[in-house]
C-alpha cells in the first residue's frame, strides 16, 4: 500500500468519526431546548420543516460529493462538509491552492493542495469570526448603506470566480451548463409546488454527462 493510500485509509477513520460527532452536535441545541427547557414545535411541525428543507437541499446532497471530490478529494470533503461554506469559501481557496501550486485537480498532488489549502481557510475563517463576533456589529453600523449593498454581490462573485477558472478550461462545457441552469430556472416555474432542488440535480449530472461524453470523443 502506497503512502497515500495509507494517509486516505488515515483521514476516512478520522473523517467519519468527525462528522457523527458533527452530527451530534449540530442537533445538540436543538435537544437541549426540547429535553431541557421544554420547548419543542411539535412533531407535525418538525416533519413539514424538515420536507421544507430538504426539497431546498436534497439535491445537494447528491450533487456536491460528485461535482466536488475531484477538486479536493475525500480529505477536502469531510473537512468543507464539517466546516461549512463549502461552495464559497473552501472550494475556492481550494483551487486558489492549486493553481499556485501548479498541482491540478484530480490528481493525488492537487487532492492534497486542495486539502491544505481548505484547512488554511478554515483557520482564517475562524479568526475573521472571531473578530466579527467581537465588533462586527460595531463596525458594520459605522459602515454607510451603500456599501452594505455590495457586499450582497460577493457570494455571486466568488461563484463567478469558481465558475470562470472551469469555463476557460473548458468553454463547451461551460456554455452548456449555463445553457441547462437557465433553461431549468424557468421550467421549474411551470412543474407543480416549483421544485427549485431540480435546478441543480439537473443542471451538475447533465453537465458531468456532456463533460464525459466530449472527453470520450477526445479519447476516441
Do not use: H
Not at 436534497?58 to 461554506?85: D, K, T, W
Amino acid at each position: 500500500m502506497g503512502i497515500y493510500n495509507r494517509y486516505i485509509d488515515d483521514v476516512t477513520k478520522i473523517g467519519r468519526s468527525t462528522m457523527v460527532l458533527g452530527f451530534f452536535a449540530s442537533l445538540l441545541p436543538a435537544l437541549i431546548m426540547t429535553f431541557y427547557f421544554g420547548f419543542n414545535p411539535g412533531l407535525a411541525a418538525i416533519i413539514a420543516g424538515a420536507i421544507s428543507q430538504a426539497s431546498v437541499s436534497g439535491a445537494f446532497y447528491f450533487s456536491e460529493p460528485i461535482s466536488y471530490y475531484p477538486i479536493v478529494g475525500r480529505a477536502g470533503l469531510y473537512m468543507g462538509f464539517l466546516s461549512g461554506n463549502l461552495v464559497n469559501m473552501r472550494i475556492p481557496a481550494a483551487i486558489s491552492a492549486q493553481e499556485a501550486s501548479e498541482c491540478p485537480a484530480g490528481t493525488e498532488e492537487g487532492s492534497i493542495m486542495g486539502t491544505i489549502g481548505i484547512g488554511v481557510s478554515i483557520w482564517i475563517g475562524i479568526v475573521f469570526l472571531i473578530l466579527s463576533v467581537l465588533a462586527g456589529q460595531a463596525l458594520l453600523s459605522q459602515l454607510p448603506p451603500s456599501f452594505m449593498a455590495l457586499l450582497t454581490l460577493v457570494i455571486p462573485g466568488l461563484f463567478g470566480g469558481v465558475f470562470a477558472q472551469f469555463a476557460i478550461k473548458s468553454p463547451k462545457v461551460a456554455v452548456f451548463a449555463l445553457a441547462v441552469s437557465f433553461a431549468m430556472t424557468k421550467l421549474v416555474n411551470f412543474i407543480p409546488g416549483k421544485p427549485a432542488f431540480l435546478i441543480t440535480l439537473v443542471s451538475v449530472f447533465s453537465s458531468i454527462l456532456f463533460a464525459k461524453k466530449l472527453m470520450e470523443k477526445k479519447v476516441g
